[in-house]
């Protein structure tokens, strides 16, 4: 009896001794698994730069606005090889410049802020300047404040 009750004692001591080959590779893909699809869904740093931007672009585009109505003066703001600039501001207290220097302006150069409570209808896309395919458009139909979002770009564009 004792010699039964030794044998059943030494599986279970082999069976507890350890993960077997074939459970760690497992765990190990699953863990592969699950580091690989938190990558691929966290969103790429160039692109949060350029959002980033194109949010900022928005504010200070509307702010020039407001500074505009109130004091009743045509404001325009132009893209410069080194970052943008606002004419026509009294005291010109707004920055002219990217935070990010991989920042580009895609198709018009150029928006008419104001005095006048209704302006055209207008938009600029900023780009990146190494990563052709990112691009976040901040426009206004005239009326509404200045908005972003995601613009869609060709290859050529």
Do not use: Y
């Not at 018009?108 to 600029?124: C, N, Y």
């Not at 990146?128 to 426009?139: D, K, N």
């Amino acid at each position: 009896m004792w010699a039964a009750g030794n044998k059943q004692g030494e599986r279970l001591a082999r069976r507890h001794r350890g993960l077997t080959l074939l459970e760690l590779l497992v765990v190990v893909a699953i863990i592969a698994m699950a580091t690989a699809s938190v990558a691929m869904s966290m969103p790429d740093n160039t692109q949060v730069r350029l959002e980033r931007e194109a949010q900022r672009l928005a504010a200070l585009l509307e702010s020039a606005r407001s500074i505009s109505r109130a004091h009743g003066v045509p404001v325009r703001w132009q893209a410069t090889a080194q970052g943008f600039r606002f004419e026509g501001l009294p005291g010109s207290a707004l920055p002219g410049h990217w935070l990010d220097a991989d920042t580009a302006v895609n198709g018009p150069d150029a928006l008419s802020l104001g005095p006048e409570p209704l302006i055209e209808r207008q938009s600029v896309t900023l780009v990146s300047r190494r990563e052709a395919a990112l691009g976040w458009r901040v426009g206004t139909d005239g009326l509404r404040p200045f908005a972003v979002e995601p613009a869609a770009l060709t290859a050529g564009s």
